[in-house]
């Protein structure tokens, strides 16, 4: 429990209680939200802001101080509120980390006129999340949300209420359930293959690797595996160089879109003009989607006969037998499939990349990790998804890396993970720290909760780990590693400001295989 000088219930959620009587969409609070973090950046805009909220000044009057608020930071300015803190070459987390690191670990914020909570222990997180889940289930109403979410028919964006309970089951029951994943198993091993064979080519070739790039291929290529592979098809890719090349090339759009703050949703005043364009330019970018979603949607369609065994079904065909209310609309498949590739792709291939850098970066750790493996799989064999059960360092490994942030909500995960009420020095690469401790990521321990907890907890917390833990396992059982024209205390460990907490610089690395050649191509769809 906080023990500020105010009782959590009397304070936010006041606050919300004030705010929820403007009821919108389904009872959601569109104002008090666990909201974005990513910042603008652009100066001729914030030229503008400024000039504008010095001639709105006179205007200014503070809503928050009749109310028994959390600490809201000094330097609160009208209109723009405590954007300015924001810095475009931090990454949000850490400014967030530091606003609280003054003013508590619960602090009330402003992103333009919208108050904003910070929350960065585990305490708090836990006061938040389990008794007040629902309060703060919603999302805020972004722009992206109306253009990229196809009009909040996104998970992602919805705000909480039928459709996205509907939605959500969708989700946990059938695309991402434990069973699902499990069947997917063979579809990873084709893509973990993949990428093998191309560290291997680029290290036969004499190069250097760039593992950022390869690791967002194989991500993004698992996902639409997943979508769209029909049964049988091996390790053959299901969609053609051209549809392939079209579909990337959207969601890369639509990630660089996403990445942008749109300023008109925190200044009301500038939604009107979108002076920067780039409101037009995410609806633009709605209509690519929805054309290349339902033009690969209709191949699906037309594929052949339809697939009956349930098992053997992708995720198209998964959707399109729903019946009832659970059959979704196109845009909102459209949404889903779109969803599925985004916010599944990065945050596994940087979780996969920040694991590889820390253990470059405490190389004694990268031979513990090897040792494990090499014990439980031998030199003749890839490793198989059902020997990470038996790897308890690796799984510690993967606890303790520097777990992608998700800078997109306030509730700052990467604080939370590194609370020093609950760990001794939290911001040091240990993965000792969790061997034999019985903290979960899936349960609701506070003190680590990379994939969030409560409602809008990552419903591809599953998947994500399976691609994590069996990527990881395999490269570092596949090669050994180094840095490439650095030493290890000389790697670059900083963060980039994004989505999904990005390395600063691409993990470039030089590799040598550990294993007989023929093991690297000794298994086919999936098989040993
Ligand atoms: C290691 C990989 C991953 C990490 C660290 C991660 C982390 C997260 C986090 C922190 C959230 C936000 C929860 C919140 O707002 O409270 C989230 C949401 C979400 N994630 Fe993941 N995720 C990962 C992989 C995946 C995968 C593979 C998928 C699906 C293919 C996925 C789909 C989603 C979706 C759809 C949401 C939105 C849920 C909602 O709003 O209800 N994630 N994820």
Redesign the pocket.
Known sequence: MYKGGFGLEECVFSELRLRRQHKAEEDIDPHLE?SSGRIPSCSIFWSFVVILALAASVMFFTKGKKLNLPPVPKGRMPIIGHLHMMDDNEAAHRTFARISEKNGPLTMIYMGSKPTLLVSTAAIAEQVLKHNDQAFAS?PFLTAGKTLGFDFKS??F?PFGNY?KRL?RI?TVEL?SPKRVALSQELRQIEVKHVMSSVLSDHLAGGPVNMTSKLQEMAIDN?IRMIFAKPNMGDKECLTREEMTTLKGVVKEAVNLARVIYVGDFIPLLDIYDFTGHKAKTMKLQAKMFASAMALIEKNKSNEKPVVDKDKQNLVDILLSQEGDDRLPDHALAAVLF??II??SD??SV?IEWAIAELLHYPHFMKRAQGEIDSVVGKDRLVDEQDIKNMPFLQATLAGYD??A?T??M?N?WAIGRDPAFWTNPKEFNPERFLNKDITMFRRDFQLI???V????????G???A??QLAVASLLHGFEWSTHNQKPEEMDMREKPGLVTPRMTDLVVRVVPRLPLHVYHGRENGQQ
Do not use: W
């Open positions: 666990i999302r998970i992602v919805a996205y959500r989700y991402l996902l969803d599925f916010a599944g945050t596994t979780s777990i992608p998700q997109t909500v509730l995960l990379p994939f969030s409560g409602r809008r907890q990552c419903p591809g917390a998947l994500g780990l691609v994590v």
